[in-house]
Each structure stands twice: as structure tokens, then as C-alpha cells.
């Protein structure tokens, strides 16, 4: 299943590509399975690759099971990412990130929704800069600008 990018949300990404802040900010988006939409999750200003990792939802509430055990699913998510890079010779850039992120252990239905709708997103929002992620521990500074580093 591929889902459509809600209107709101492909607003907010066109303003948000524009924006004039010189700070790192970040628009989180999930899917809502029952209308097959990807959707705003939240919003941050100001947000350190350190304090995004925090802020991540790293499982959904847990269920109960038939055998009496409780399961917890992790959960996958979208992340644009606006990062004040500083070059090696100085100079600075805000490259626009997709972070995709997608821990082991989710659910298949789950991975499948997003996995169909990742492209669609990143097609959607025009973003060229494009990362996955399996565990939100690894998202830090070093790692983005190793990942940015890639695109001199």
C-alpha cells in the first residue's frame, strides 16, 4: 500500500524547504493507516541531531497477546531534517535531510505501508539528501555529517 501525502503536509514541506531560519529544524511525519495518509506528527525548532534522537517514537503502546505476554512494536518514521552544516572550508549549508527511520522489529503490514510510501514522500517533498536509519540511537551529529559529507 502507498500512501498519499496529506495537502496540509506537502504545504508545510514546500514552506518548510524555503524557510529563511538559520537554525536546524525538523518536521516528523507518520502514516495513518485508517486514511492511508502520511501525516504531521510534530514540529521542532531549534532541535540538535542528539535532542531529534529523543524525540523519535521508538514503540508503540504495548498489547496484550493469547499467551499472556505483552508486545511492544517499534515504530518507523519520517523526518525532515534542515541541518546548519559547516563545510571544512567554512562555509555553511542547510542541506534538507529524509531521515527514514526504520528499526528492526516492526511490524510487516507496518513495513510495508512505509516502505511503499517512503519514495512517494521523498518524490513529494523533492529531497535528494535521503538516509535510513534501524536503530534512533545511531542518529547523531557525527553520523549526519559522515552521511553529508557524501555530497560535496
Known sequence: VVCDV????????????????????????????????????????GISPDELKDELPERQPRYPSPFGLTHSWKLKTFIVYSYKYQHEDGRVSYPLCFIFSSPVGCKPE??????????????????TKVFEIRNTEDLTEEWLREKLGFFH
Open 6 to 45: 496529506a495537502e496540509d503536509l506537502v504545504e508545510k514541506l514546500r514552506k518548510f524547504r524555503f524557510r529563511k531560519e538559520t537554525n536546524n529544524a525538523a518536521i516528523i511525519m507518520k502514516i495513518d493507516k485508517d486514511k492511508q495518509l502520511v501525516v504531521l506528527d510534530e514540529e521542532h525548532e
Open 110 to 127: 507496518q513495513q510495508m505501508m512505509y516502505a511503499g510510501s517512503k519514495n512517494k514522500l521523498v518524490q513529494t517533498a523533492e529531497l
